[in-house]
């Protein structure tokens, strides 16, 4: 997030160019972002009317903000629901948020950074254990991923000039699986066999929406 703030500034700075940097456009932090990072300085409580994209009628519940992701061009809120339960909400999915007068506590052992450090995106996972996953990258692709890791607990195993190994240490949640197959080919997942079958059934699915093509 810190870094996306940095861009804005450098910008700013350079306004003489604007028109010739081109950064996508962020829908969901038009409204919320302000509200909620102004009741996070405050430890405040804010009530917030949630909508699925599968329901046709949201609800609303108070929520402690904890902190803010950016993932994919969208916004994320993780913070404690009135069940007690830590989830993450998507800002493009609040209707509406306001700031109320009750004051939270934020856990003293709670880190932003601690908290996803074992995840990839935003689906949390919550009752899968990070694991150890090795993945191949094909000679050309093999660039990308020691320019640009996956995951900060990337490690490079061993370079044999047409593929490389890599190591991470991670949850295999949807979003990490859906980073996976946006490589197609040119990854190959090697360990665990569970997520190897994962993998398949996506392929497979895929093939046969293609298979008459």
Known sequence: MLD??????TIGEHLSIKDRIVVDEIPSGRYHLTTIMEAMKENRVVSVTYRQFSNPCGYTFPVEPYCLKLFENRWYLLGRNNRGEIRIYGLDRLEAVEPTDERFRLPEDFSADAFFSTRYGVVIGYDEEPRR???????????????????????LI???????DFELYLVPT??????????????DVISP??????????VSEMYELYKNV
């Open 4 to 9: 996306s703030f940095a861009v804005g500034n």
């Open 133 to 155: 996953i090795v993945v191949r990258s094909n000679e050309e692709h093999k660039h990308y991923l020691l320019s640009l890791p996956l995951h900060h607990s990337q490690t």
């Open 158 to 164: 061993e370079d044999c000039g047409a593929y490389a």
């Open 174 to 187: 949807y979003d990490f699986v859906m980073k996976l197959l946006q490589a197609g080919p040119m990854i």
């Open 193 to 202: 066999l569970e997520l190897r079958r994962t993998m398949k059934g996506w």
